[in-house]
T-cell receptor, first 113, second 114 residues
């Protein structure tokens, strides 16, 4: 079955440490997205990529970095510059053409030790 | 710019009650509209969609009609179940924006009491 796989499901970070969240899709989608969701809140866009080797900042990109070396993969690094990283992180993908819905992974919950 | 506004929650209903979650939008082009559902600890799942005015999206007993004249896409269900307890997000995609981002509402938490 096609879908989006996020790993790990739970992740713990020590102060001053960078961590990388994985997102892989086998839907052959061109566009991929990272969102942050805080408890009881909506989604906030961190970064998105419409094509391999290209990506754009979303609304809250500070303290995060991404890469898009392969169509299937869009990893997110939460750097030590992100002072409040505890949140639920969601990855999504969509076809490039038209007003298509996004497909979501099951998320990664990041906590600070 | 484009935006989505949906009613604040939480919404608490008894089982078998009628559900309406209001959603209105602002868009410069001709958007597609979506409702997503998020169960605890999971990602968002597409519940239904509508791509043009007067279209009705439906799935699992939920319905929403794309009303261009009132810029609305309200979610309805005739008889809710405990298993419908979740957070519901209204969203729009406006390809005319040329960046293919989807705009999400803030979500409405629904509690169904047995």
């Amino acid at each position: 079955d096609g879908g989006i796989t996020q790993s790990p499901k739970y992740l713990f970070r020590k102060e001053g440490q960078n961590v990388t969240l994985s997102c892989e899709q086998n839907l052959n989608h061109d566009a991929m997205y990272w969102y942050r969701q805080d408890p009881g809140q909506g989604l906030r866009l961190i970064y998105y990529s419409q094509i391999v080797n290209d990506f754009q900042k979303g609304d809250i990109a500070e303290g995060y970095s991404v890469s898009r070396e392969k169509k299937e993969s869009f990893p997110l690094t939460v750097t030590s510059a992100q002072k409040n990283p505890t949140a639920f992180y969601l990855c999504a993908s969509s076809p490039q053409q038209g007003n298509q819905p996004q497909h979501f992974g099951d998320g990664t919950r990041l906590s600070i030790l | 710019g484009n935006s989505v506004t949906q009613m604040e929650g939480p919404v608490t209903l008894s089982e078998e009650a009628f559900l309406t979650i209001n959603c209105t939008y602002t868009a410069t082009g001709y958007p597609s509209l979506f409702w997503y559902v998020q169960y605890p600890g999971e990602g968002l799942q597409l519940l239904l969609k509508a791509t043009k005015a007067d279209d009705k999206g439906s799935n699992k007993g939920f319905e929403a009609t794309y009303r261009k004249e009132t810029t609305s896409f309200h979610l309805e269900k005739g008889s809710v179940q405990v298993s419908d307890s979740a957070v519901y997000f209204c969203a729009l995609s406006d390809h005319g924006n040329r960046d293919d981002k989807i705009i999400f509402g803030k979500g409405t938490r629904l509690h169904i009491l047995p």
